[in-house]
T-cell receptor, first 114, second 114 residues
């Protein structure tokens, strides 16, 4: 079964520092991968998605992620953290390319200090 | 920007009672979903719905659960006889097509079972 593992349930960075949130996937077929963000008391908002068109995917709010097949990874990065980036971030994979369900990781809470 | 709307934002129900959670998906979307997030745990897929039929469902979606699109705008999740372990945040989502088309999430309904 397909799954995603997010390493680190909590990541803390200073404002202006690099953000790196880790996601590894397991999949027997080329996957579709997604990063979602959840702000307090809100639903999930799509940051970016990987659909095999390009290995480096740019998303909203300055985030990007790189698909590395050899490492089965899809880590999320942002060069310079902003206070408003503090939220919970979820990596998700689609179990099959003709399906509808998303399988989510456990999430990583990002804290940004001034 | 069009949004997925969920009502109520918080529902408190006695154990054993029936509860209906309501969602208004984005108007031109064709696929509808329910996910749940138990406090402190990952977001879990429950069911997807297309063309007035269930497309996929998870093991969580047992006979206690049902979904319906009673009219052209609403999409509902019914839990027939609630249990304490049904307490969770329930998210509705919609999309124009199957993955990798993005799923747009509502802000959720927090269901508390007493």
């Amino acid at each position: 079964a397909q799954s995603v593992t997010q390493l680190g349930s909590h990541v803390s960075v200073s404002e202006g520092a690099l953000v790196l949130l880790r996601c590894n996937y397991s999949s027997s077929v080329p996957p579709y991968l997604f990063w979602y963000v959840q702000y307090p008391n809100q639903g999930l908002q799509l940051l970016l998605k990987y659909t095999s068109a390009a290995t480096l995917v740019k998303g909203i709010n300055g985030f990007e992620a790189e698909f590395k097949k050899s490492e089965t990874s899809f880590h999320l990065t942002k060069p310079s953290a902003h206070m408003s980036d503090a939220a919970e971030y979820f990596c998700a994979v689609s179990p099959n390319q003709a399906g509808t369900a998303l399988i989510f990781g456990k999430g990583t809470t990002l804290s940004v200090s001034s | 920007e069009p949004e997925v709307t969920q009502t109520p934002s918080h529902q408190v129900t006695q154990m054993g009672q029936e509860v209906i959670l309501r969602c208004v998906p984005i108007s031109n979307h064709l696929y509808f979903y329910w996910y749940r997030q138990i406090l402190g745990q990952k977001v879990e897929f429950l069911v997807s719905f297309y063309n007035n039929e269930i497309s996929e469902k998870s093991e969580i979606f047992d006979d206690q659960f049902s979904v319906e699109r009673p009219d052209g705008s609403n999409f509902t999740l019914k839990i027939r006889s609630t249990k304490l372990e049904d307490s969770a945040m329930y998210f509705c989502a919609s999309s124009q097509d199957i993955v990798p088309q993005p799923q747009h999430f509502g802000d959720g309904t927090r269901l508390s079972i007493l």
